[in-house]
């Protein structure tokens, strides 16, 4: 299996202004990583997407770094003008993956929820309004060669039976998963239980890991987040943390999966110590799974 690093990897560094994403592509390069996830675009003022996206692609090329997926925000369930203007939208982020030259895009199903504001009783309901809206954008990509799929992403839209029944219900070839190692954490589930029911499904694989602190403890402050049911989370470094990563390792060996698997670190220390010893951790633990 190939590792990538995920843009949002470097978040630290973009946001304070230490690093741009072109800059990504020479660093992941140098760190042994062997293709970039790119996580939404950051054209600098002035400049379109469209001409960013071809200018990252140049960059790649030029550092023979793969780019092995372009990564977007999407909110099919309570768009912000309507569902068709939203499905358009996305389609417009395909074209943009194909400019990169991805082979697949990551999309939000939905991106979260309030709950007092949310008028579908239940998954169920759900279902019916973004399964048809991600087939549509999904036969768009299939015309230009790229794969889509939503993660287990946004408390709403995050168990594995809710991801799953969302691949089932869309029920085209071209419609997959990207598997999360962590976030399942957000929803309370097991992260091992969970990749062995959606492993079969991932067309692209986030290694992530948290630290998990019970919620009936004492708040432990700064950096911790909440999941859905109330523990506390904080970013860890790749096998620092309490992901199972050889069991969700061992779930994608045994469902036959060989794509890539990109570093996702959004842990407090500096992102690039997070993304080197990540890389060499989950290195060495794809490499004892697959003996």
């Given at each position: 299996?190939?590792?990538?690093?995920?843009?949002?990897?470097?978040?630290?560094?973009?946001?304070?202004?230490?690093?741009?994403?072109?800059?990504?592509?020479?660093?992941?390069?140098?760190?042994?990583?062997?293709?970039?996830?790119?996580?939404?675009?950051?054209?600098?003022?002035?400049?379109?997407?469209?001409?960013?996206?071809?200018?990252?692609?140049?960059?790649?090329?030029?550092?023979?770094?793969?780019?092995?997926?372009?990564?977007?925000?999407?909110?099919?369930?309570?768009?912000?003008?309507?569902?068709?203007?939203?499905?358009?939208?996305?389609?417009a982020m395909v074209d943009l993956a194909a400019v990169l030259?991805?082979?697949?895009?990551?999309?939000?199903?939905?991106?979260?929820?309030?709950?007092?504001?949310?008028?579908?009783?239940?998954?169920?309901?759900?279902?019916?309004?973004?399964?048809?809206?991600?087939?549509?954008?999904?036969?768009?990509?299939?015309?230009?060669?790229?794969?889509?799929?939503?993660?287990?992403?946004?408390?709403?839209?995050?168990?594995?039976?809710?991801?799953?029944?969302?691949?089932?219900?869309?029920?085209?070839?071209?419609?997959?998963?990207?598997?999360?190692?962590?976030?399942?954490?957000?929803?309370?589930?097991?992260?091992?239980?969970?990749?062995?029911?959606?492993?079969?499904?991932?067309?692209?694989?986030?290694?992530?890991?948290?630290?998990?602190?019970?919620?009936?403890?004492?708040?432990?402050?700064?950096?911790?987040?909440?999941?859905?049911?109330?523990?506390?989370?904080?970013?860890?470094?790749?096998?620092?943390?309490?992901?199972?990563?050889?069991?969700?390792?061992?779930?994608?060996?045994?469902?036959?999966?060989?794509?890539?698997?990109?570093?996702?670190?959004?842990?407090?220390?500096?992102?690039?110590?997070?993304?080197?010893?990540?890389?060499?951790?989950?290195?060495?633990?794809?490499?004892?799974?697959?003996?």
């Open positions: 299996m190939k590792i990538a690093a995920s843009s949002y990897s470097f978040s630290q560094y973009l946001n304070n202004g230490r690093m741009t994403q072109l800059d990504c592509v020479a660093k992941a390069k140098d760190m042994g990583f062997d293709a970039i996830e790119f996580v939404e675009l950051r054209p600098p003022e002035g400049t379109s997407p469209l001409d960013y996206a071809k200018a990252l692609r140049e960059e790649c090329e030029r550092h023979s770094m793969p780019v092995s997926n372009f990564t977007v925000g999407a909110e099919l369930l309570h768009p912000s003008t309507t569902l068709e203007d939203e499905i358009e939208r996305v389609k030259g991805a082979p697949s895009m990551r999309h939000d199903a939905t991106a979260g929820y309030a709950p007092g504001a949310r008028s579908y009783h239940g998954f169920r309901d759900a279902l019916a309004v973004v399964a048809p809206a991600c087939r549509a954008i999904t036969e768009y990509a299939a015309e230009k060669g790229i794969r889509t799929m939503v993660e287990n992403h946004g408390f709403f839209c995050q168990d594995s039976e809710r991801v799953e029944a969302l691949v089932n219900t869309v029920a085209h070839e071209n419609f997959g998963l990207l598997a999360d190692m962590g976030n399942f954490l957000c929803a309370d589930e097991d992260p091992a239980a969970a990749f062995g029911r959606v492993a079969p499904y991932a067309f692209y694989v986030h290694a992530k890991d948290f630290h998990v602190k019970n919620g009936g403890g004492c708040n432990p402050g700064e950096g911790f987040s909440r999941s859905r049911g109330g523990h506390y989370l904080r970013g860890a470094i790749i096998g620092h943390g309490d992901v199972p990563l050889r069991s969700c390792l061992a779930a994608l060996r045994d469902s036959g999966y060989r794509g890539n698997i990109a570093v996702e670190f959004e842990g407090m220390e500096d992102c690039l110590t997070g993304l080197r010893i990540g890389l060499a951790n989950l290195r060495r633990a794809i490499a004892d799974t697959e003996r």
